[in-house]
């Protein structure tokens, strides 16, 4: 039987780098506290040709387990979960630096009574910061095998690497005295940190320093504005010329699909395949631009300060800053954002913070808001600003000022309760590692030309058919599609959506982004040539009335359309009620604000 | 000199203290703060406050930074020296 190891330590000590060092594995880092809130596995060859099961745990800080990521963690560790194996043995994770702080934990996880190592992680940093440790005296006063390694790095990792099947084989459990309180583990804990300790400079210089700007009581808060504003205004103005290029090659092929015989199959491929897929390629550079900010502001270090920077305002709606850091990666994805709310203590505190992550802007919705603004709003400069990012920065605010009202209900009806502590670890800063980024930026990037070749194809084609036949020469309204999307058209007629966008929202439910997809395929299955091959933005131009246009918008805001975030919804909550709750609210909300943005739209426009 | 008892919360900006003990108001948050770090005899210091009502904190205990309001300072008891 392999034997299996169990990555164990406080939040944000690199399990998950070393994880994915041994592994090569590409589990998600980040630094701040609580990246990692699933157990994840995979396999770890050493030096001598031996395999071994690694399991990487979310981060706790000791044994009472408060958060569900941390009972499942503790869970694993003691063999509680059924039909997994307990694991054999224990690599325990500490950040050198923080030795003095969190030592206690490593005295507490003894008691778990497995076979364990202590791994004293980032001891660049804690060199780079003057402290000096001295391992073989802390291995003698703790009485199991303590290794010094800096995770990232080969050379770093050698002394573990050099001595791993050793370890393994003659680690044993450690010997169980009395099982003592935690203040008197964490004396004994200050006493052993204090004689190991050689030497020691001032902490955090650097992280103090620029703490003093970030985390500045009246410039913090613009800062955190600041960067948000600025991001999306890269979004928009760094993409333009690849946009152009993808376009162009879009147009360029949906040009030569004609040529294609028989007749039909030129459509299917022009109007359907290449249509639909190529109108969701075309946001490719945005959905990397965005994507590249978020993970430079997860691996810096400022993520935690955001959170600090927010909680003042959040514990106004009753929310923890802890929740923001769900809330913050619901921009790329809600679903991780709705897993990540596990590091949530309070059950009514994520429950409050589920239901709320789908309003965050996910970048799902990037390429739908894009089209709609490329379309439809003046690529003009408003003073220092771009019209279009100002109104996509709008959209998004909108998104973050309904969270918070819909919070502050929840907080003050269904999830009423006392306001919840906040205890965050704020890291130090890291320059992010060039090789992560890219590897991470990568796979985000190839995730949604992946969609694109599956899902999207997929519905494309289908659509592609249903939109197309039968042929009667009735257009749309008498084709498959046309029969089907009149049925649902009644209920979107008063907010001004047209047969052919209703159409093209039915196959949007499997994903937000699908939509823009669909509306390529439709309109090129009824449009001209010409048109075509300008783009789906000037078929809708010619389509689309300014406030059909802007309702599409605030219906994007709250529409509740993407099965994949319900599904997590219901498997986090375990609740039908909540995560049918969360669709009814959202879809009213979106039926609402788009029914009031056609009407006073179109009112004021007249 | 004097020693002056107080708590967490009430230091001024860069006044370092020793922790001397944790009030019991709230079963459960003693042994949070516990288990993040806070202990007797470890020296803290404010870092920062945020804008509304002066809370958040950002404290420093020994090496770290931990960011917890002002209800979850007021229950660490410090000692300082003036």
């Not at chain 1, 030592?103 to 202590?118: A, E, G, R, T």
């Not at chain 1, 599409?552 to 009620?577: D, H, I, K």
Request: glycine letters at 8%.
């Amino acid at each position: 039987m392999t034997i299996r190891i169990a990555l164990v330590g406080a939040p944000n000590t690199g399990k998950t780098t070393l994880f994915n060092a041994l592994t090569g594995g590409r589990g998600k880092t980040g630094n701040y506290p609580g990246v990692t809130v699933e157990k994840r596995t995979g396999n770890y060859t050493s030096n001598n040709g031996k395999t071994y099961e690694l399991i990487d745990l979310p981060g706790v800080y000791g044994l009472s387990g408060r958060s569900s990521d941390e009972r499942v963690s503790l869970q694993h560790l003691r063999g509680e979960i059924e039909d997994e194996r307990q694991p054999d043995m224990m690599l325990a994770v500490l950040d050198a630096s923080r030795l003095q702080t969190h030592l206690h934990s490593i005295l507490q996880f003894k008691q778990i009574d497995l076979p364990m190592v202590l791994i004293l992680n980032m001891m660049d940093m804690a060199q780079r910061d003057g402290l000096e440790i001295d391992l073989a005296a802390l291995e003698k006063q703790l009485g199991f095998p303590v290794i010094g390694v800096t995770a990232p790095r080969k050379n770093g990792r050698q002394a573990l690497e050099d001595k791993w099947d050793t370890l393994v084989k003659t680690t044993v459990k450690p010997t169980q005295g009395r099982q003592l309180d935690l203040p008197t583990l964490q004396a004994q804990a200050r006493k052993i940190a204090k004689s190991v300790i050689k030497q020691s400079s001032a902490s955090h210089d650097l992280t103090q320093s620029i703490d003093r700007v970030t985390m500045h009581p009246v410039f913090g808060p613009f800062l955190l504005m600041g960067i948000m504003f600025f991001i999306f205004q890269a979004v928009y103005t760094w993409s333009a010329i690849p946009m152009e290029l993808i376009e162009a090659g879009v147009g360029f092929l949906q040009g030569g699909a004609r040529q294609i015989q028989p007749e039909w199959l030129a459509s299917l491929i022009g109007d359907g395949i290449i249509a639909g897929v190529g109108s969701i390629m075309v946001f490719l550079p945005q959905i990397v631009i965005l994507f590249a900010f978020i993970l430079l502001l997860e691996a810096s270090g400022y993520m935690a300060r955001a959170a600090f920077l927010v909680d003042g305002l959040m514990s106004k709606i009753g929310l923890n800053g802890r929740a923001l850091i769900p809330l913050l990666s619901s921009f790329a994805c809600a679903i991780p954002g709705v897993m990540a709310a596990r590091s949530i203590e309070s059950e009514r505190d994520r429950l409050t913070t589920i239901m709320i992550a789908p309003l965050m802007t996910c970048s799902a919705r990037l390429p739908v808001y894009a089209l709609i603004i490329g379309a439809f709003i003046p690529n003009q400069s408003v003073g220092l600003f771009n019209l279009q990012g100002l109104v996509l920065f709008t959209l998004y605010m909108t998104g973050i000022v309904f969270a918070i009202l819909i919070a502050f209900v929840l907080r003050h009806t269904v999830t009423k309760g006392p306001a919840q502590h906040l205890l965050l670890e704020l890291p130090g800063y890291m320059i992010p590692k060039m090789v992560d980024f890219w590897i991470a930026l990568f796979g985000r990037a190839w995730a949604f030309v992946r969609k694109a070749g599956t899902i999207i194809f997929a519905t494309s084609v289908i659509l592609w058919g249903l939109t197309s036949y039968p042929q009667t020469g009735g257009g749309i309204r008498d084709s498959y599609a046309g029969t089907i999307g009149a049925w649902i058209e009644p209920i979107f007629r008063p907010i001004g959506f047209s047969l052919e966008t209703v159409i093209a929202l039915v196959p949007g439910m499997a994903a937000r982004e699908v939509v823009v997809a669909a509306m390529g395929t439709v309109y090129a299955v009824q449009g001209n040539e010409q048109q075509v091959e300008m783009g789906l933005a000037a078929l809708l131009q010619s389509a689309w009335s300014l406030p059909s246009a802007l309702a599409f918008l605030a219906w994007y805001v709250f529409a509740p359309q993407c099965f994949a975030t319900l599904a997590t919804v219901r498997r986090e909550t375990n609740s039908w009620n909540w995560t049918l709750f969360l669709t009814g609210y959202l879809f009213v909300l979106a039926w609402v604000a788009a029914f009031a943005t056609f009407q006073i739209s179109t009112r004021m426009l007249a | 000199m004097s020693k002056i008892a107080t708590s967490l919360d009430q230091l001024s900006n860069h006044q370092r203290a020793v922790i001397s003990g944790f009030l019991a108001a709230q079963s459960g948050l003693i042994e949070k703060l516990r288990e993040i770090g806070f202990a007797e005899g470890d020296e803290v210091e404010i870092l920062h406050r945020g804008l509304i009502g002066g809370s958040p904190l950002s404290v420093r205990l020994n090496r770290c930074i931990i960011a917890l309001r002002k209800t979850e300072a007021s229950q660490i008891q410090v000692v300082f020296v003036s």
